[in-house]
Each structure stands twice: as structure tokens, then as C-alpha cells.
């Protein structure tokens, strides 16, 4: 694979930006300086090296033999582009993050879905200042106060029952 001519930057540098956070700017325009650095100086050179005049060599060098060995071993001189060893890891790993956004996406969506049905539900209930408790245990059971089967103390609230463990506490296990 030959090497091919950098004409511009690849990079959007605008959306870039738009994603660095404030307090990593500096750094982002001191990389972004770099990089612009470096595309000048490579435009700056010619794509190909310059011609080498041998005619000129062979009048000017007194050895015999000699500019005809550099010209040979010129032309035979082939430097290689490096090869490309990690594409294969980058689209792997592109190929991961991207099935793992559709995961995330499907699950959200879901969730959405869900939010959006709890949402209706309670849109469709009487507003919570006309509510009697009847009212409030008809569309909370599991939340509404119910002194038969689950009898609870004043302030009926999940602190004050016998049966509760603080978050905070260590466990006894």
C-alpha cells in the first residue's frame, strides 16, 4: 500500500471542541496548535523528493564509477510504509462500542416506554388534592395504608416500623 498525500485534517475540529469540557480548553488548543503545526510543515514539502540531476554528477566527480554506483543504489532504494497491524483491533472495537450504543439505546428506549405507561397512569388518576384514601389505595395499594393486613405506627412512615434496618447500618451477617 503506497503512502498517500495529507491535503487537509481529517479531523472536525468544531465538534471536536464543542465536547471539550472548559476546564481541559487550554489543552485542547495548545494539541489543536500541534497538529496544524505539524499538516503546515508537511505541505510545506513537495509530495515527491526533487529530481536528482546525475548528468551533472558524472561531469563534476573525477572516480570513475562512482555516480553510477550512487544512482544504482538510489534508484534500488525502497523505503517501505509502515504496515497497518491494528485496523483490525479498531474495527473490532468500533464494532463493540457501537453494538454496545444499540444495547443502551434498546434498553432506554424500554425504560422510556415504561416511564411513558407510568406517566399515563398517573395522568388518568384524580389529582391528589381531591383524592379521599379509598382513592389513594385503589391506585397505590402496595403504598396506601392498610391497618388489617399490614398494621403500621404513627407516622406510618418506613423509620418508624419495627421491622426496619437503616442503609447506614452495618450488617450483622
Do not use: C
Not at 46 to 63: M, N
Not at 84 to 92: F, G, N, P, R, Y
Amino acid at each position: 500500500m503506497a503512502a498517500k498525500r495529507i491535503a487537509q485534517s481529517s479531523i472536525n475540529w468544531a465538534a471536536l471542541s464543542e465536547r471539550v469540557p472548559e476546564h481541559q480548553r487550554s489543552s485542547f488548543l495548545a494539541f489543536k496548535a500541534k497538529s496544524d503545526n505539524y499538516l503546515r510543515r508537511v505541505l510545506a514539502n513537495p509530495e515527491k523528493p526533487p529530481a536528482i540531476d546525475w548528468s551533472f554528477y558524472k561531469q563534476k566527480v573525477p572516480v570513475a564509477g562512482m555516480v553510477e554506483e550512487f544512482q544504482k543504489q538510489y534508484s534500488a532504494l525502497n523505503i517501505p510504509y509502515p504496515p497497518d497491524t491494528v485496523q483490525s483491533q479498531l474495527e473490532a472495537q468500533d464494532k463493540e462500542i457501537k453494538s454496545d450504543i444499540e444495547k443502551f439505546k434498546a434498553e432506554s428506549n424500554s425504560r422510556i416506554a415504561e416511564y411513558k405507561k407510568q406517566l399515563a397512569h398517573l395522568e388518568s388518576l384524580i389529582p391528589y388534592d381531591q383524592m379521599t384514601m379509598e382513592d389513594y389505595r385503589d391506585a397505590f395499594p402496595d403504598e396506601a395504608l392498610d391497618p388489617i393486613n399490614r398494621p403500621t405506627f404513627w407516622p406510618h412512615n418506613k423509620e418508624e416500623q419495627l421491622d426496619y434496618v437503616s442503609k447506614d447500618a452495618p450488617s450483622s451477617h
